[in-house]
């Protein structure tokens, strides 16, 4: 499904260089749910992002259902995002002046349809938002905000949903409840990688790799 | 979701930033409305205060003795009345309301008058059409009725003449028409008449001796007026000639170098204010939407659809800013406009054309404002607003 091959991502600062990733390799087989863990700074970021073909890597190369994500054009590898890759972060980035079914037709990245607009109001059904539809982000709980990027990750079915720290804004049960969601979306065939800092997805995933300035420092199959 | 429902909907979301933008468009373009509305009757007003004057150029026949002209006022050769209609067919010369006038001193009443004949009728050039007479030697009044006379300030005076009076001239038995204020000039003892009467009383039908005309202003400025007027007059009419006087020539010129240069100086730096305006306002709007850049980025939205969102705004804040500036600006030139101008007040109208360039040119000079902005946007790092916590 994805594939990190030897991928190094170097930050060049003032103070000299950062290694956000010092030659990471790395294996994700599809309909896997991978937590990937670590410190601030370790680079989980920069994997996940890397991974949605967001943030070029120095060197090295990241291949995406056999894809190479940075051999193709800048159009090119939109278009692939939008048909296979939904994103969820833990900042939500939900467009404030979009109500939250407006939000989740966001996603998909292709042309609005009566058929886009019934599978946006299902996944809003199942992730209990349907009430909240016509909602703009800013009436919105934390939770609920997180269930709307979620249901705009979802929409176009893609096969990758890549999770930036979802539950890093949440209390204890909207956190559980959204790993819920996401482990559901993980039974339905999808592979999900989720960046945190603790151990709250630890039950759902079948791996776990642990980053330490951007080098995978271990890797444990819970279970 | 489609771009369109975006924009409007992030204009409604960031109402202040959309209306501070429209408000540069619009005043950029009441601007340019406003000045080019009341541009033509400023343009008829300096012409009309320029003829008004008196006009500057006098064709006179060919073998006209130039000293002899200068001593007694006027030319003692003739020529056929209708050399001034060859001006008609002609387009692009320096010539404009042509006049054609016959006059000379006669003694009558125990004293030395000018007698005037004035055709009714200026001819324009390039143009059949004919322009009445209204303004006769800088005084005001409609053309010349037959059978009447303008009466100048010294003859009244002395003859105790006042308007409705009859007198005999030449034979001829004239109604005062008008007598007209001092001027300070022979035309205190002058009596201006029709042509055909003038030509009547003078015994020289069918003849002039003179074609008073303006320097038309759309000259080139690098060439020299008199040598061009020259060239022209040896083209158009080689049996006649030309003096040029020189003072209200030079007041005419400076008169409109003085408002080409205004305009000059304003439009552009109103174009730029105004572009400026816009520019700063959409880098605020992209910096304000820099997460929402970033989520579509990861979306799928291309480079182009991300563009065209910014574009968009600025298009469509462009057509609704020349609508509303085309509205104002032709509103300001309407209230504002006939107190300038008060000639010519009668002609500040709404120019309908301006709406359809200002709709034309507003929604570019809109998108050009936010170029930067909008380059900005799509050049922009969606990890760097995406990674953020």
């Known amino acids: ?223 | 979701m489609s771009v369109v429902r975006l924009i409007f909907a992030e204009i409604s979301h960031r109402k202040l930033n959309f209306l501070l933008s429209l408000l540069a468009v619009a005043t950029a373009v009441a601007l340019f409305v406003g000045f080019f509305t009341t541009g033509e009757a400023s343009e008829r007003e300096t012409t009309r205060l320029m003829r008004d004057m008196g006009f500057n150029l006098r064709i006179v026949p060919k073998e006209t003795d130039m000293e002899r002209f200068w001593a007694q006022g006027y030319s003692e050769q003739t020529m056929p009345e209708e050399y001034v209609q060859r001006f008609a067919a002609k387009e692009n010369i320096s010539y404009t309301h042509l006049l054609a006038a016959l006059q000379k001193k006669v003694a009558w009443q125990g004293r030395q008058i000018i007698l005037t004949g004035i055709a009714s009728q200026e001819v324009l050039p390039g143009s059949e059409k004919k322009s009445p007479m209204k303004a006769v030697y800088g005084q005001q009044g409609a053309g010349i009725q037959p059978g009447t006379v303008y009466v100048g300030y010294e003859i009244a005076k002395a003859l105790q003449l006042k308007k409705g009076d009859t007198i005999d001239l030449l034979g001829a038995t004239m109604t005062v028409a008008a007598c007209l204020a001092e001027s300070g000039s022979d035309d205190d003892i002058r009596i201006t008449a029709s042509l055909r009467d003038a030509q009547r009383l003078l015994g020289e039908e069918g003849r002039i001796n003179e074609i008073k005309a303006l320097e038309c202003l759309c000259r080139d400025e690098k060439v020299d007026s008199i040598d061009l007027l020259r060239t022209q007059i040896e083209e158009i009419l080689p049996e006649a000639k030309v003096t040029q006087l020189r003072v209200i020539a030079k007041t005419r010129e400076s008169q409109r170098i003085m408002i080409e240069k205004y305009l000059a100086f304003i439009l552009p730096v109103t174009v730029i204010v105004c572009a400026a305006w816009i520019g700063v306002l959409a880098m605020i709007n992209v910096r304000d939407r820099r997460e929402e850049i970033g989520i579509l980025r990861a979306l799928g939205y291309g480079s182009l659809r991300i563009a065209i969102l910014f574009l968009g705004k600025a298009a469509l804040i462009g057509v609704v800013g020349a609508v509303l500036g085309y509205l104002a600006g032709t509103g300001l030139a309407l209230r504002v406009g006939p107190g300038i101008f008060k000639v010519t007040a009668s002609g500040i109208a709404p120019v309908a054309s301006l709406l359809v360039w200002s709709l034309l040119a507003a929604p570019g000079f809109a998108a050009l404002s936010s170029f930067i902005p909008t380059v900005t946007a799509v050049t922009q790092d969606p990890a760097i607003t995406l990674r953020a916590e």
């Open chain 1, 1 to 223: 499904m994805i594939r990190f091959e030897d991928v190094s991502r170097i930050y060049r600062t003032r103070r000299g260089e950062v290694k956000a990733l010092d030659g990471v390799t790395l294996y994700v087989e599809a309909h896997e749910f991978l937590v990937v863990r670590g410190p601030s700074g370790s680079g989980k970021t920069t994997l996940l992002l890397a991974a949605g073909g967001m943030h070029r890597p120095t060197s090295g190369r990241v291949l995406v259902n056999g894809d190479d994500l940075y051999a193709m054009g800048p159009r090119e590898r939109a278009a692939f995002r939008a048909r296979n890759i939904g994103f969820v972060f833990q900042m939500f980035h939900l467009v404030p002046y979009l109500t939250v079914l407006e939000n989740v037709l966001l996603g998909g990245g292709v042309a609005a349809s009566r058929a886009r607009r019934e599978e946006a109001v299902r996944l809003l059904e199942r992730l209990d938002m349907r009430n909240r539809e016509s909602h703009k982000p800013a009436e919105l709980s934390a939770g609920e905000r997180q269930r709307t990027a979620i249901a705009r990750a979802m929409l176009g079915r893609p096969n990758l949903i890549l999770a930036d720290e979802p539950t890093g804004n949440l209390d204890p049960e909207n956190a559980r409840q959204v790993i819920e969601r996401l482990s559901e979306f993980h039974r339905d065939g999808v592979t999900v990688v989720v960046v945190t800092h603790g151990a709250i997805a630890d039950r759902h995933a079948g791996r776990i790799i642990h980053l330490a300035q951007g080098r995978i420092a271990r890797e444990a199959r819970p279970g």
